[in-house]
């Protein structure tokens, strides 16, 4: 590692700790990554836009508090911040292991079982780089068609990407939520919980990063975890069911909770996510 002064300076401004070195990391879709040595032998994590959407960093920090609070999965601490930029503990990463998989489907159910207020939450967040509604409503069906599915089936239009069959398909879906998804009250979600965003660390436990933290359906985290996969993916859903059972039939609702990401996907990223969302969409409607 060496010293990125600029970065550094930066960091040590909202640590009060000296920067000893800084390394600059891969991976990141809308934010540059820089790992931080701080001079008490710590190591942080920093993440910095030149020019984030307003309140872009502020959301990832309460949602990180906030599902901290709830003395379940893990989330990285947050050291510091600011408009631009977010500071986090350090984690490690190590491989997926059976064990640390079925630890974190006890502790994914203690985060939901935590609940929440209300279905959403009273400050709006972001998914991706897309800003999120967490306006609240009075009942899941309610919230998930107003404030997930349909803003960003109108994007999808909006950019070319869905078209008014896919619509067509998706809406119909919608109008069934109630009678197919079992009443539950609000759950306190990640919000974004595909694999990209679950970190195994070499401390043996699974941490959750990058949040669109909400007030929701708890089946909506789990599905997300399938949409593209996680390793031991069993192992976290039999650990999950045996702290807190799903309703009968959950398995059956999986693609109706996924037709929000896949519409997220599709507004940011085009491809055939409107196909698949609308595939999905087919099976209930």
């Known amino acids: 590692m060496t010293r990125m002064p600029v970065v550094a300076a930066r960091a040590e401004s909202l640590l009060g700790t000296a920067v000893v070195a800084t390394a600059p990391i891969a991976g990141g879709d809308i934010s540059r990554a820089t790992k931080l040595r701080l001079s008490d032998g710590s190591t942080a994590f920093m993440k910095t836009h030149p020019n984030p959407p307003a309140g872009f960093f502020a959301a990832e920090v309460r949602g990180l508090r906030w599902l901290a609070s709830a003395d379940g999965a893990r989330v990285p601490e947050v050291l510091g911040g600011d408009e631009e930029c977010v500071i986090l503990r350090w984690v490690e990463p190590g491989k997926p292991t059976p064990d640390a998989a079925a630890g974190f489907g006890q502790a994914l159910a203690a985060t939901h079982a935590a609940g929440a207020a209300a279905y959403g939450l009273p ?3 972001f998914i991706g780089r897309l800003p999120l509604d967490n306006g609240t409503a009075p009942t899941w069906a309610e919230f998930y068609t107003e404030r997930r599915v349909l803003p960003y089936l109108k994007l999808a239009r909006d950019r070319g990407v869905a078209t008014a069959a896919h619509a067509a398909v998706i809406e119909a879906a919608l109008t069934r939520l109630a009678d197919l998804v079992p009443h539950e009250p609000p759950s306190r ?8 965003n679950v970190l195994w660390g070499t401390d043996g436990q699974v941490w959750m990063i990058d949040p669109a933290a909400h007030g929701g359906h708890r089946e909506t985290d789990l599905a997300m975890l399938a949409l593209f ?7 976290v859903l039999d650990a999950y069911q045996e702290a807190t059972p799903l309703a009968d039939g959950w398995q059956d609702r999986v693609r109706l909770h996924q037709l929000f990401p896949l519409l997220v996907h599709a507004a940011m990223f085009g491809g055939g996510y409107a196909e698949r969302a609308a595939e999905a969409a087919a099976t209930v409607a």
């Open 229 to 235: 996969g996680l390793p031991h993916l069993a192992r």
């Open 123 to 125: 400050d709006d967040g």
């Open 189 to 196: 979600l990640h919000g974004d919980l595909w694999n990209g």
